[in-house]
């Protein structure tokens, strides 16, 4: 069994990750992951019962790490309606630093729990905004 992992995302942003991802990757992705793109005139409550959907397709008994965008909005309250009734944790400020940690996290520990993914998507999504140029000056 693994976690899986369920964007849910304005538009086709988590799509867009998720493509990247296994671009990146090869196709090779070490977790069951999905998404659902949340567009702005769809209706929340059809939305959340596709995303009761989605999670059944993608828990296999040890939860789903749902990721979305940005706190406060339809994604994220679509994704909060699943906190009372479902094994999930979600982590709003989807970047794509946070979903490559989470995936190379999976890799190296296959069997990393929801908790330990959700700490490394956190970690990930926050070390991976730098300011570059303070990294590299300019040269006079």
Same mark, same amino acid.
Request: charged letters at 15%; one cysteine or more; hydrophobic letters at 45%.
């Given at each position: ?17 998720? +493509? @990247?991802?296994?671009?990146m ?7 069951? $992951?999905?998404?659902?793109? $949340? ?10 019962y596709? *995303?009761?959907? $989605?999670?059944? @397709?993608?828990?296999? %008994?040890? %939860? ?8 406060? *909005?339809?994604?994220?309250? $679509? ?13 709003? %400020? ?9 995936? @190379? ?6 069997? +990393? @729990? ?6 490394? *998507? ?6 991976g ?12």
């Amino acid at each position: 069994m693994s976690v899986g992992v369920f964007l849910i995302t304005h538009d086709d942003i988590g799509i867009s990750l998720v +493509a @990247s991802l296994q671009q990146m990757l090869g196709n090779k992705l070490p977790l069951n $992951i999905k998404s659902l793109p $949340i567009h702005h005139d769809s209706d929340p409550l059809a939305f959340c019962y596709y *995303a009761e959907e $989605i999670y059944a @397709s993608l828990e296999e %008994g040890d %939860g789903v790490l749902v990721l979305t965008d940005l706190f406060g *909005a339809t994604p994220c309250n $679509i994704a909060v309606s699943l906190l009372n009734h479902y094994h999930v944790k979600v982590v709003a %400020g989807l970047n794509f630093p946070m979903l490559v940690k989470v995936m @190379s996290h999976a890799f190296t520990l296959p069997n +990393a @729990s929801l908790d330990v993914l959700a700490e490394k *998507a956190l970690r990930g999504g926050c070390q991976g905004i730098l300011d570059v140029s303070l990294l590299y000056p300019k040269t006079p």
